[in-house]
T-cell receptor, first 118, second 114 residues
Framework: DQQVKQNSPSLSVQEGRISILNCDYTNSMFDYFLWYKKYPAEGPTFLISISSIKDKNEDGRFTVFLNKSAKHLSLHIVPSQPGDSAVYFCAASGERHEGGGSNYKLTFGKGTLLTVNP | DAGVIQSPRHEVTEMGQEVTLRCKPISGHNSLFWYRQTMMRGLELLIYFNNNVPIDDSGMPEDRFSAKMPNASFSTLKIQPSEPRDSAVYFC????????????FGEGSRLTVL
């Protein structure tokens, strides 16, 4: 049972245009969301995150939008560049605290392969 | 900072053999995670440790899989006996104590079981 879903396995856009990657989740306990980027033969690397108390977070060309009522988030990349071509994973967590520490795990979607054409 | 270090990067073995994957987390990070990536299932969490203690191993597929973290700087994932369906890329990741933050992943160990 996939709690984090990325329904588009791939997306192709032209350089300079906007890329929009989508992610849906089912667990209402999730309160923190992240996007990771993965190049071939490398591990995923953190890109951007958003807490459930916000609906938007922006970092340069990357913006993540969160719609809690729809349990949906999206990553916008504008303008898209050929170097953005990679697999993008959406991830979610529900934080739990024990004795002042933090205790959580990330649940990932299956990923979306973004190809930005020159 | 050296990052999360995994070994081996590639492993090819025959069905029935024991496989041991190794991970050195980033110094100072107190949580360590083992993930498996396949085309069918994407990135699956197998097990994670907090302060060297296993917290959630519900993702470990079968008793053939086991993981240990004897100290803060080393963890192993063992498959015994291995099967062809275990072929995947296995990632180790770590994070530091504190508010929600990102995981730092190693480069992965690509396992092929013939």
């Amino acid at each position: 049972d996939q709690q984090v879903k990325q329904n588009s396995p791939s997306l192709s856009v032209q350089e300079g245009r906007i890329s929009i990657l989508n992610c849906d989740y089912t667990n209402s306990m999730f309160d923190y969301f992240l996007w990771y980027k993965k190049y071939p033969a490398e591990g995923p690397t953190f890109l951007i995150s958003i807490s459930s108390i916000k609906d938007k977070n922006e970092d340069g060309r990357f913006t993540v939008f969160l719609n809690k009522s729809a349990k949906h988030l999206s990553l916008h990349i504008v303008p898209s560049q050929p170097g953005d071509s990679a697999v993008y994973f959406c991830a979610a967590s529900g934080e739990r605290h024990e004795g002042g520490g933090s205790n959580y795990k990330l649940t990932f979607g299956k990923g979306t392969l973004l190809t930005v054409n020159p | 900072d050296a990052g999360v270090i995994q070994s081996p990067r590639h492993e090819v073995t025959e069905m029935g053999q024991e496989v041991t994957l190794r991970c050195k987390p980033i110094s100072g990070h107190n949580s360590l995670f083992w993930y498996r990536q396949t085309m069918m299932r994407g990135l699956e969490l197998l097990i994670y440790f907090n302060n060297n203690v296993p917290i959630d191993d519900s993702g470990m597929p079968e008793d053939r899989f086991s993981a240990k973290m004897p100290n803060a700087s080393f963890s192993t994932l063992k498959i015994q006996p291995s099967e062809p369906r275990d072929s995947a890329v296995y990632f180790c990741a770590s994070r530091r104590r504190g508010p929600s933050g990102e995981l730092f992943f190693g480069e992965g160990s690509r396992l092929t079981v013939l």
